[in-house]
């Protein structure tokens, strides 16, 4: 149980376009799912959260202009980079919280490449 | 401000031994605690959940939690390469926030 799927699970995209990563939980409804993103050999990195029905919260330092999230239904939340550049390459990777025990069961990940 | 600390590592241990990791976390409030494993390049993945004081056992896996010492551990049996990868602790606090340790990168020596 408890799978998280994430597409694309890898993008290459031309800077000042716009890519969208779609998460989704497949056996169980999530109410919050998270994004982070990682760099080689750093730590995760918390971007936003993303609750069912409501606007994302978004930690500080990160533009949710540029980092749009849409957590349309209890299975679905999407990830999109706007006017994306090349500081913006990443791997970036979506989880969904489990309730009642607050596990967190992580997508395998996108690997942005921005050109 | 809450704090979730790991040993960096890298930890070398030999294949066949066990392997300890551990965390120390700030927020007495906490409870839930787990423990994720990540290979390089990929997600992490959850391997262990604890919530109350003592061992808690999963085939090679054995999770340790003191909450009077705000320790957490994680044991590995019988140690493999496969096991070779960065552990990272994770504890929700008393704001049900997960807050995130650095992560022990593990080595398995054949």
């Known amino acids: 149980g408890a799978v998280v799927s994430q597409h694309p699970s890898r993008v290459i995209c031309k800077s000042g376009t716009s890519v969208k990563i779609e998460c989704r939980s497949l056996?169980?409804?999530?109410?919050?799912m998270f994004w982070y993103r990682q760099f080689p050999k750093q730590s995760l990195m918390l971007m936003a959260t993303?609750?069912?029905?409501?606007?994302?919260?978004?930690e500080q330092g990160v533009e949710k202009d540029k980092f749009l999230i849409n957590h349309a239904s209890l299975t679905l939340s999407t990830l999109t980079v706007t006017s994306a550049h090349p500081e913006d390459s990443s791997f970036y990777i979506c989880?969904?919280?489990?309730?009642?025990?607050?596990?967190?069961?992580f997508g395998p990940g996108t690997r942005l490449t921005v050109t | 401000q809450k704090e979730v600390e790991q040993n960096s590592g890298p930890l070398s241990v030999p294949e066949g031994a066990i392997a300890s990791l551990n965390c120390t976390y700030s927020?007495?409030?906490?409870?839930?605690f787990f423990w994720y494993r990540q290979y390089s390049g990929k997600s992490p993945e959850l391997i262990m959940s604890?919530?109350s004081n003592g061992d808690k056992e999963d085939g090679r896996f054995t999770a340790q939690l003191n909450k009077a010492s705000q320790y957490v551990s994680l044991l590995i049996r019988d140690s493999q390469p496969s096991d070779s990868a960065t552990y990272l602790c994770?504890?929700?606090?008393?704001?049900?926030?997960?807050?995130w340790g650095a992560g022990t990168k593990l080595i398995i020596k054949p």
């Open positions: 994770a504890v929700l606090d008393s704001n049900y926030q997960l807050i």
């Open positions: 927020d007495r409030g906490s409870q839930s």
């Open positions: 989880s969904a919280r489990s309730e009642p025990t607050y596990e967190q069961y």
């Open positions: 604890i919530y």
């Open positions: 056996d169980f409804q999530a109410t919050t």
């Open positions: 993303s609750n069912e029905g409501s606007k994302a919260t978004y």
